[in-house]
């Protein structure tokens, strides 16, 4: 089973971006899938995590009201909306099953946020 996260790229503070994290076959034990980011130098921190069973998500304190956890109802793709990007929020975003950034994950998606 393979996780791969695209959507990323380069924008303005202000702008929005919206991240997918696609799944090669969905797996009944992947009871949530989180979203992670890595800025360079800087420990990874999780983002979002949603829940596969009914698409409700949990956030960050610092993304709440601008990011947006979602997925399909395939169950095999998961979404990050981002909105109100700030330069802060520039990092390398990936996705995990079960919302462990220790288990299994996808390579990442760049994310820059600058003017």
């Known amino acids: 089973v393979q996780l791969q996260a695209s959507g990323g790229g380069l924008v303005q503070p202000g702008g929005s971006l919206t991240l997918s994290c696609r799944i090669s076959?969905?797996?009944?034990?992947?009871?949530?899938i989180g979203w992670f980011r890595q800025a360079p130098g800087k420990d990874p921190e999780g983002v979002a995590c949603?829940?596969?069973?009914?698409?409700?998500?949990d956030y960050l304190h610092s993304v709440k009201g601008r990011f947006t956890g979602s997925r399909n109802n395939a169950k095999t793709t998961f979404y990050l909306q981002m909105n109100n990007l700030k330069p802060e929020d520039t990092a390398l975003y990936y996705c995990?099953?079960?919302?462990?950034?220790?288990?299994?994950r996808g390579q990442g998606t760049q994310v820059t946020v600058s003017s």
């Open positions: 949603i829940s596969a069973i009914d698409g409700s998500a």
């Open positions: 995990a099953a079960n919302c462990n950034p220790s288990g299994t």
């Open positions: 076959q969905f797996i009944e034990e992947y009871y949530t």
